[in-house]
């Protein structure tokens, strides 16, 4: 719990740096995959849901269709369903409800939820998804524009980033034994389906693996 307003605000601005990074990062994957700047930009925008973002750049990457990798964004982008209902309040009412219903994201949420006052929670949520939002979409121009201008991206390693950065948005979640067992299994999945199914689709399968096996584990 924050003690006064002013920590909230700057752990905000905190976590926005860190998320820039993040952005630029996605940025240069994008481009690095063979997606324009505009196009980047554009996901940052219209989507602003990191993991389902490295997840469709990841899948085009390997040659999978567009069709695949926007099932599995959307696969990994339900979580957010429960987001809404946890906070509808906060958001308000209204057209600001559109508006609030896209700043929606793992960490807006978190901020809000931890506030036990109806007026902080508010300013946890709108602080951080607009510092957040900003953040994303300058980090992912920055990267799109640097990854352009380097010759060959492989020399720098920026192809092995696809599974590292989807590696680090899977751990937080694996907080117990049966997580980390149903991660493990849906990896198994994925690599036994890779041989045998087109590209992007193992994706999907191991997707829908850890969303049925998280589900029975509860």
């Known amino acids: 719990m924050w003690r006064t307003e002013a920590d909230l605000l700057g752990d905000v601005l905190a976590l926005a740096a ?9 940025g240069a994957l994008a481009v690095t995959a063979g997606l324009p700047v505009w196009l980047a930009m554009a996901m ?9 973002q490295f997840l469709v750049v990841g899948v085009l990457a390997a040659g999978g269709s567009p069709l695949a990798g926007l099932v599995g964004g959307l696969l990994v982008n339900a979580r957010h369903l429960p987001f809404g209902l946890a906070i ?3 958001i308000g009412c209204g057209p600001v409800r559109w ?7 793992d960490e ?10 109806p007026h902080r929670a508010r300013l946890a949520f709108w602080s951080s998804g607009i510092a957040l939002f900003v953040g994303w979409n300058v980090g992912t121009l920055v990267g799109a524009i640097a990854a352009g201008r380097i010759g060959e991206p492989e020399a720098f390693g920026i192809d092995a980033a696809f599974p590292a950065a989807l590696l680090a948005l899977l751990l937080p979640g694996l907080r117990g034994a049966a ?8 990896a198994a999945i994925a690599l036994l389906a890779t041989p045998l ?15 049925l096996g998280r589900e029975s584990a509860s």
Do not use: C
Not at 179 to 186: E, K, L, N, P, S
């Open 18 to 26: 860190a998320i820039t990074l993040v952005g630029a990062s996605f």
């Open 44 to 52: 940052s925008l219209l989507v602003f849901a990191g993991g389902s």
């Open 88 to 90: 509808a309040d906060v």
């Open 99 to 105: 508006l609030g219903a896209h700043l929606l994201i």
């Open 108 to 117: 807006s949420t978190a901020f809000a939820r931890a506030q036990d006052e």
């Open 179 to 186: 997580d980390r067992r149903v991660a493990a299994g849906a």
């Open 197 to 211: 199914l087109p590209a992007g689709l193992p994706v999907l399968a191991a997707l829908a693996a850890l969303g």
